[in-house]
């Protein structure tokens, strides 16, 4: 039924979302974010398989991950310029100056990174809740591929491109861009129509 209602949708061809995933082994995770991207953002999505976790980016004092260098080995794997490459990783990930990232984007090169690592109850000590743990997914996943479109953080609330620097910001936040920002993309993936 939704992908007959996807099928029936304008789709911008030229560009599509592929995730990879980063020794995360969870087919139904990532079937069920291949269906909501596509729905949330008209934009065909793929799963195209496993690489490895860029261990160099393992720093021993943080016992944390660069974010930069996976988004680095995304690039270095990717075929086609005009596709975005989001990748899944259950690794914890920082950037200098923060203590951490959900995630990472670089709008240049279109490719993103999200760690599901604090996106779990347990991490915060709570009963495991899977479809919490989805719709955070979700949202960061679809927040990172907004800033590959170039998309930045909006302020506009429940948008799901509000900045979020906490758990319950990413819960209050959504899945869901605001008309503005829906807009933007729209313009920005009509872009490559032609
Ligand atoms: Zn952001
Ligand atoms: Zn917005």
């Keep these: 039924m939704l992908d007959i209602e996807i099928s029936d ?3 911008c061809r030229l560009k599509r979302v592929l995730i990879k995933s ?22 065909e999505c793929e799963y195209i398989g496993d690489q490895p976790i860029p ?6 004092l943080r016992k944390q991950f660069l974010a930069e260098k996976f988004l680095e080995t995304l690039l270095i794997e990717k075929d086609f310029e005009e596709d975005i490459v989001l990748g899944i990783c259950d ?3 920082y950037e200098p100056g923060l203590n ?3 995630g990472m984007a670089s709008p240049f090169y279109h490719v993103a990174v999200v760690s599901t690592k604090r996106l779990r109850e347990s991490f915060y000590g709570r009963t495991c809740n899977e479809d919490l743990f989805f719709s955070r997914v979700l949202s960061e996943s679809v927040h990172e591929i907004g800033h590959t ?10 948008c799901v491109m509000n900045f979020s620097n906490s758990i319950e910001e990413t819960d209050d ?7 503005s920002c829906k807009s933007k993309m729209e313009r920005i993936l009509c872009l490559y129509q032609n």
């Design 9 to 11: 949708r304008k789709m």
């Design 22 to 43: 980063f020794s995360v082994e969870d087919a139904s995770l990532f079937r069920r974010l291949k269906k909501e991207i596509e729905r949330e953002l008209s934009i």
């Design 55 to 60: 261990f160099a980016s393992y720093n021993t």
């Design 91 to 93: 690794v914890d990930l």
């Design 100 to 102: 951490f990232v959900f």
């Design 149 to 158: 479109l170039g998309l930045e953080h909006c302020s506009t609330h429940p």
């Design 173 to 179: 936040k959504g899945f869901r861009f605001c008309s």
